[in-house]
């Protein structure tokens, strides 16, 4: 199913006219740090649940931002596609003013703009990046662009190397 997935979205990238479930794929694969990031964009439909489920569709998430370093490419990278701001996978869903990450993963790097995140009102649960000066907020932003990011899986290979060299350390 994933090389069935993959080879469609190339093929749309060959096209020139990327479209995933809802809107469009502006820009990617593009690589860093080992992952696959895209650009998507769904116009006036571009909310961020939308966006996060188009995400999904791809194999990934809204991105989770793990260090300064990676915060900085996406701010440098996706305003080359237009000047847009971006949402994240960064959000409070489930508990108004603690945030999570859609991915899963822990919170470990923030950077918030002065004055956020916002104080609690119950409206805005979903975080966004200015494509300006990369500053993050939570507000209600209207029609942003998404940055997906997808973290490939590991080979069979890989998995089955692992798997070897634990039985071979077992048996000594």
Request: overall charge negative.
């Amino acid at each position: 199913m994933k090389i069935v997935k993959a080879n469609a979205i190339a093929a749309c990238l060959v096209m020139g006219s990327a479209t995933a479930a809802w809107g469009a794929i502006v820009a990617g694969p593009l690589l860093y740090n080992n992952h696959d990031y895209y650009l998507i964009d769904q116009g006036d439909q571009g909310s961020w649940t939308a966006l996060e489920a188009e995400a999904v569709l791809l194999g990934g998430h809204l991105v989770t931002i793990n260090d300064a370093a990676e915060n900085a490419w996406i701010q440098s990278t996706f305003p080359n596609y237009g000047l847009h701001n971006l949402w994240i996978g960064l959000n409070d869903i489930e508990e108004e003013g603690v945030f999570r990450w859609v991915s899963g993963e822990p919170v470990t790097y923030t950077n918030w703009a002065p004055g956020e995140p916002g104080p609690p009102d119950g409206e805005s649960d979903f975080v966004g990046m200015t494509y300006a000066d990369g500053l993050w907020g939570d507000r209600n932003w209207g029609s942003v662009r998404g940055v997906v990011e997808v973290v490939p899986e590991p080979s069979t290979a890989l998995i089955m190397l692992t798997a070897s060299l634990l039985v071979t350390c077992r048996r000594r």
